[in-house]
């Protein structure tokens, strides 16, 4: 580690979760359908994104991804695969943080391996991310693509490093996926996924890396957590095996390090694992849900508006929720791909990822908007 170290300091510091990339990637291989547009903005969209003013982009070009604010709501680390200084297209995402105007950008992350989750410790002094430079320093293979979509659980461990990209620390060591990591509000708890167990579980652990809980045991897929402004509960999507089949099938692919994410709905639960509550129930993809700033709605992604028809890849919309299941809006309507959605401290900004204003396959986007309730 410290000779890794020692290496990543010699280079020059540059000025997706993991699931959800691989949606990215696989729905970008489709051709995409542009929207009529008048003024850049689709005609559609100009009439029902009304939650959303003053939408600015804050990257151009390469698969960016999980744009993720500081406590202080001041800056942005983001997953890219466009390095900012080269304008180059790299093979895999690398770590980066920016302001709020999509300036300043810079490498946190190694420069080695994949990386993916990143985010910001309180006090915007130290930020986290998941890698897999530990098992190599090249980009982790690409699954085989087939009828369905599967995402591969790499090797990932979860880092911590200082704002500079210095001071790099090791917080996790088993063997296996540890990723999906997010930090509560009070900055005492970190939640993330792991197959360390067996499955691919929800587990909490201190920020030094000590302490870990194993918060889920359902057999399945849980993960992508976010805690609830007063830190006391978490959101996450999740995947349940239903039938004998299905279960056999889930054990089949975990074996191989492999999952077929389709359908996923939100949980809530208490921050030590008690009192899980199923929050959708449309059978649709669900994921990246983040908590409103009242810790009584949820902002989250979804296909349940564009069903998948086998034909083509269905399109993926900001709703917004009720955490008691209620009340569910669709909140963009622009893209055929909108996610990562997250709330600034404040409530004022929210920050996604999207397709939209693209021409090209394989481009997403960094997007702020001021946040109309």
């Known amino acids: 580690m410290r000779r890794l170290t020692n290496m990543v300091q010699a280079k020059t510091v540059v000025g997706w979760c993991v699931l959800c990339v691989v949606v990215m990637t696989t729905w970008s291989q489709e051709t995409l359908a542009l929207e009529p547009q008048v003024g850049g903005e689709s005609l559609q969209a100009q009439d029902v994104e009304r939650h959303l003013a003053n939408i600015r982009q804050l990257t151009v070009g390469g698969k960016n991804a999980e744009a993720y604010f500081s406590f202080d709501g001041d800056r942005l680390i983001f997953q890219s695969t466009k390095d900012p200084v080269s304008q180059t297209l790299q093979d895999c995402h690398q770590m980066y943080v920016m302001d709020l105007k999509g300036e300043n950008i810079y490498r946190v992350s190694t420069g080695y391996g994949g990386t993916t989750c990143g985010y910001f410790f309180p006090g915007g002094r130290r930020v986290l991310f998941s890698s897999t430079h530990m098992t190599g320093f090249q980009c982790p293979p690409k699954p085989q693509r087939g009828a369905r979509y599967r995402w591969v659980l790499d090797d990932y461990d979860i880092f911590s490093v200082k ?14 996926y540890d990723a999906e990591a997010t930090i509560s509000p009070n900055g005492r708890t970190m939640v993330f996924t792991s197959v360390r167990d067996g499955d691919i579980d929800l587990y909490t652990m201190n920020i030094d890396g000590s302490g870990v809980k194993r918060l889920t045991k359902e057999v399945g897929y849980e993960g992508g957590a976010f805690f609830s402004p007063d ?18 099938a889930y054990k089949g692919l975990l074996a191989q390090n492999l999952i ?8 809530v639960m208490n921050a030590d694992g008690s009192e899980k509550r199923q929050v959708t129930f449309n059978g649709a993809s669900n994921f990246a849900p983040y908590f409103y700033v009242d810790g009584r709605q949820i902002i989250f992604s979804s296909n349940v508006s564009d069903p998948p028809d086998g034909k083509s890849r269905p399109a993926f919309q900001l709703h917004l929720i009720n955490d008691d299941g209620t009340g569910m809006e669709q909140i963009t309507f622009k893209g055929h791909f909108n996610s990562f959605p997250m709330f600034s401290p404040d409530g004022k900004l929210l920050v996604w990822v999207s397709d939209r ?3 090209t396959r394989d481009e997403f986007n960094v997007f702020l908007a001021d946040w109309v309730p």
Not at 231 to 248: C, D, F, G, M
């Open 357 to 359: 204003n693209t021409t």
């Open 231 to 248: 830190s006391k509960r978490i959101v996450y999507r999740a995947q349940h095996p239903k039938t004998p089949e299905e279960l056999k």
């Open 163 to 176: 704002i500079d990209g210095r001071d790099l620390q090791r917080l996790t060591s088993s063997r296996g």
């Open 260 to 267: 077929e994410p389709g359908n996923l709905e939100l949980f």
